[in-house]
């Protein structure tokens, strides 16, 4: 599955004159230094933080949740959750919010979105016994708020052993999990279904999905549309030593809809291995997997589609996607739209030391779209990844995906691991630098092992565990990514002092990638901003002081803040500075008659001094009258003939010398 409360700290100076740039933690921005970053946690960063996983919250931000030994003398491995904004702001606790820290392990975390702005965790649980796990779960709604019992519910809890959940919704608001579970003896697929409100299980007796001899594992799911789901896993039934692909899709009822124990799809000689699922377009799904039917020492990249009958639709055990020299292995799916898939890979083609990414599209005929063999992603030095596992992919909205992966191209150590990025294009041409843009690269550090989101604007959002306290996987760090590969500007400070009967605004930028201008907008209330000046970015290099003269700031308290805009017209936010200095009164405009016939009065209350301009334009933007006024500095009343007007809804704009917005108000005509 691809799956601002303002807080504020100020101090105060003199009785009249309030003056703050604290930036708190639900006022933070992205940090586009990639030896920086965001601190997703930081807490206890002399333990581990492993397993990370994210989803997305749905409003373009990021759940990130993880394995965390801060507690293992007391509980051992414990469960840590952690909600990122789009902005870049931590939701919850600055320390992680504790999901479960009952005894013993909790492992093998999975998560999904909830459907209504928060998530559903399950994982593997041993507070009964160290010996025979138990699967538990937990929902966090979109206020962060835990909404069971504390440290979890049990989802399934018999006396086998019960491990490797794995989680989807299947409904609005229902889900399932799969595990693995040693009830008859081996280790066998079972699952159930329950209720994303309050955690019921909904069938009464769990779904057998297969029991065979030996071992069934590595399971995908994925829904099947119709509140049901597929499920693909490895199976050693027929050999102890060759691992086959089966699967199996199970109802809404928990009923299995194919031959019991599955059906086969993939059984060539050798090993398949690590099967990974999405959508086919239709009602069906895409696997694909690693495979060694050509030797046990020669890896490659297999696919298959199968229908929602569990027939395959391609050739027999699937066709080849990269058979180059060397090991291909450990591949992802992400779906682009059209029934197409990307599939990226690592790859040792060049050589055994030197492991570098390849990708390849996929068409719903099971036809190879790009190059044969794949088009590189990364062949930079040494190992792109640095383990098969730390690779990711999601699609964007152009019908291409979006790749990260941790890189030790610096060193070739594995401990000065960085954290890179590359976009492909639906025509299998790689859209940013080569071998990918820096994510995170701090020198004398770890970044390992990353997890990726999209951000709903066709960019993503990337997680990943950091060694930068000095202990390996010591913090979780995240970055944000638009879809041209930049990340966004990253302002260092703003701030706000009187000067005379004027505020200077001010703001230190440490980057500037593709920045056209900035807007400096102020505010009464710290939630509903208005423009009042643009200050032209200068781009030239790091630790850029700005500012800008406010020469009609509002009497009392005020709000600023600075978007920093883009030259394709995206926008990123600083901090809010507040202060409280002299002068004048907030703006507003009456219009009366309502509705008017033919003559239309308006006044205007604490207006500035000088030129101003009223506009009375149709609900599309288009001016249909204008009027120049001059304003005394206090309240200015004047007259307009809306005769020619037809009937309708109209919108009056008051505008300032320098063509910013003061009011708009909407205007009946008779």
Not at 523 to 530: E, Q
């Amino acid at each position: 599955m691809f799956y601002h409360n303002q807080s504020k700290s100020m101090k105060q100076f003199l009785p009249i004159v309030l003056f703050c740039f604290t930036l708190t933690a639900a006022q933070a921005q992205w940090n586009a230094d990639p030896t920086i970053n965001n601190p997703v946690c930081t807490a206890s960063n002399t333990t581990g933080k492993t397993a990370l996983i994210s989803v997305p919250d749905g409003t373009g931000g990021s759940y990130i949740a993880w394995e965390d030994s801060r507690t293992t003398a007391t509980t051992a491995s414990d469960v840590y959750l952690q909600h990122i904004s789009a902005s870049g702001a931590l939701l919850l606790p600055v320390t992680g919010l504790a999901i479960c820290t009952a005894d013993s392990n909790q492992t093998n975390v999975a998560l999904m979105p909830d459907g209504a702005g928060g998530v559903v965790i399950t994982w593997q649980d041993n507070r009964v016994s160290n010996s025979a796990g138990d699967i538990y779960m937990q929902r966090v709604d979109a206020s962060g708020a835990i909404q069971w019992t504390a440290n979890g519910i049990a989802a399934i809890n018999t006396s086998a052993n019960q491990i490797s959940p794995v989680i989807s919704p299947v409904t609005a608001t229902e889900f399932i999990i799969v595990w693995r579970d040693a009830r008859n003896g081996t280790i066998d697929l079972y699952a159930n279904k329950y209720s994303t409100l309050t955690g019921t299980k909904l069938w009464a007796t769990d779904a057998e999905i297969v029991n065979q001899p030996l071992t069934q594992q590595r399971q995908q799911v994925f829904p099947d549309q119709a509140g049901g789901f597929f499920c693909i896993w490895e199976d050693q039934r027929i050999s102890a030593t060759e691992t086959d692909l089966f699967m199996q899709r199970v109802d809404n009822t928990g009923t299995v809809l194919w031959a019991a124990n599955g059906v086969n799809i993939c059984n060539a000689s050798f090993n398949q291995l690590n099967p990974q699922m999405t959508t086919d377009g239709g009602t069906g799904v895409v696997a694909t997997w690693t495979d060694n039917r050509v030797s046990t020492t020669d890896q490659n990249i297999y696919a298959q589609r199968i229908d929602a009958s569990g027939a395959a639709q391609w050739a027999a055990n699937g066709v080849v996607i990269c058979s180059a020299t060397g090991n291909q292995n450990t591949p992802f799916i992400a779906p682009v739209g059209f029934g197409d898939n990307i599939i990226v890979w690592s790859d040792n083609r060049v050589s055994t030391s030197d492991r570098n990414i390849y990708a390849q599209k996929v068409n719903n005929a099971g036809v190879v779209q790009w190059a044969a063999n794949g088009v590189a992603i990364c062949t930079a030095a040494f190992n792109q990844p640095n383990a098969t596992s730390s690779l990711n992919i999601i699609p964007d909205i152009s019908n291409g995906a979006i790749i990260t992966w941790d890189d030790n191209r610096a060193n070739n150590t594995t401990t000065g691991l960085d954290i890179y990025a590359q976009k492909i294009g639906s025509a299998g041409v790689v859209s940013w630098t080569a071998n990918g843009v820096p994510i995170a690269t701090r020198t004398g550090s770890n970044q390992r092992t990353t997890t990726i989101v999209p951000d709903n604007a066709s960019g993503a959002i990337i997680a990943w565990l950091d060694g930068r306290s000095g202990t390996a996987n010591g913090e979780i760090h995240a970055s944000h990514l638009f879809f041209d590969g930049a990340i966004p500007v990253v302002f260092s400070s703003v701030g706000a002092q009187p000067e005379g009967s004027t505020i200077k605004v001010y703001w230190l930028v440490s980057t500037e990638i593709n920045t056209a201008h900035y807007e400096v907008e102020s505010s009464t209330d710290g939630r509903s901003f208005g423009k009042i000046g643009i200050v032209a970015a200068r781009n030239n290099g790091n630790a850029v002081q700005y500012e800008h003269i406010d020469l009609q700031p509002y009497t009392g308290t005020s709000y600023y803040r600075i978007a920093g805009v883009d030259r394709d017209g995206r926008r990123q936010y600083s901090s809010i500075v507040k202060i409280t200095a002299g002068k004048k009164g907030t703006p507003s405009l009456s219009l009366f008659p309502q509705p008017a016939r033919d003559v239309l009065n308006i006044r205007m209350d604490n207006a500035p001094a000088g030129s101003q301009l009223l506009i009375i334009s149709d609900p599309s933007g288009r001016i249909l009258l204008r009027k120049n006024v001059t304003a005394p500095g206090s309240t200015l009343q004047t007259t307009i003939d809306i005769s020619q007007l037809a009937a309708g809804s109209y919108i009056v704009s008051w505008k300032n010398s320098n063509g910013l917005m003061l009011k708009t108000q909407h205007l009946q005509k008779q």
